[in-house]
């Protein structure tokens, strides 16, 4: 079974258009991180966020925001007033155990168009 | 500047021909990754090391190698027994390998079997 799943493969919008990316994680762990990253065409994952399992606290960080539920094991990320530069394909991983192993979902490639 | 820098940027490979790919890490961390990504999919774990001179399999480890003689190198070879071989492979590095730890990823390596 799948332990982070990304259902959105692809979502296109339109510039100034806010949009949701949405994971949903599944852990019998109790501690564990949550973490989001982002893959523009150029290849390299960028970091953006990283979430433990006791901070169920939404984060906002400029245009970027995170919604992390427990109760539904999602931790779902916002874009408000989307931009061409946020092209990109957007990772949500899984880290649990005593190993730093991460579990990645298979991406959500996000087009904004002008 | 720290980073992680992983060369060649594009390799193209003949069938039969082992490959090395080379990734340096000069952020003084202990644990570095090697990861796999196929198109449309997410990242798969290779192997990974958690100190100098050690190193464990992951999820995909067949038909590669890997060696830490140094802990700002982790070279990965792609031998002749990997039967799929062209995809792109990622180089990640952490201060530890504990779950806290976020992985960083350097630029990118693409293979193309010929």
């Known amino acids: 079974a799948q332990k982070v799943t990304q259902a959105q493969t692809e979502i296109s919008v339109v510039e100034k258009e806010d949009v949701t990316l949405d994971c949903v994680y599944e852990t019998r762990d109790t501690t564990y991180y949550l973490f989001w990253y982002k893959q523009p065409p150029s290849g390299e994952l960028v970091f953006l966020i990283r979430r433990n399992s006791f901070d169920e606290q939404n984060e906002i960080s400029g245009r970027y925001s995170w919604n992390f539920q427990k109760s539904t094991s999602s931790f779902n990320f916002t874009i408000t007033a989307s931009q061409v530069v946020d092209s990109a394909v957007y990772f949500c991983?899984?880290?649990?155990?005593?190993?730093?192993?991460?579990?990645f979902g298979s991406g959500t490639k996000l087009n904004v168009k002008p | 500047d720290g980073g992680i820098t992983q060369s060649p940027k594009y390799l193209f490979r003949k069938e039969g021909q082992n490959v090395t790919l080379s990734c340096e890490q000069n952020?003084?961390?202990?644990?570095m990754y090697w990861y796999r990504q196929d198109p449309g999919q997410g990242l798969r774990l290779i192997y990974y090391?958690?100190?100098?001179?050690?190193?464990q399999k992951g999820d995909i480890a067949e038909g590669y190698s890997v060696s830490r003689e140094k802990k700002e190198s982790f070279p990965l070879t792609v031998t002749s027994a990997q039967k799929n071989p062209t995809a792109f492979y990622l180089c990640a590095s952490s201060m530890g390998t504990g779950f806290l730890d976020t992985q960083y990823f350097g630029p990118g390596t693409r293979l193309t079997v010929l």
């Open positions: 991983a899984l880290s649990e155990g005593n190993f730093n192993k991460f579990y």
């Open positions: 952020l003084n961390h202990d644990a």
């Open positions: 090391s958690q100190i100098v001179n050690d190193f």
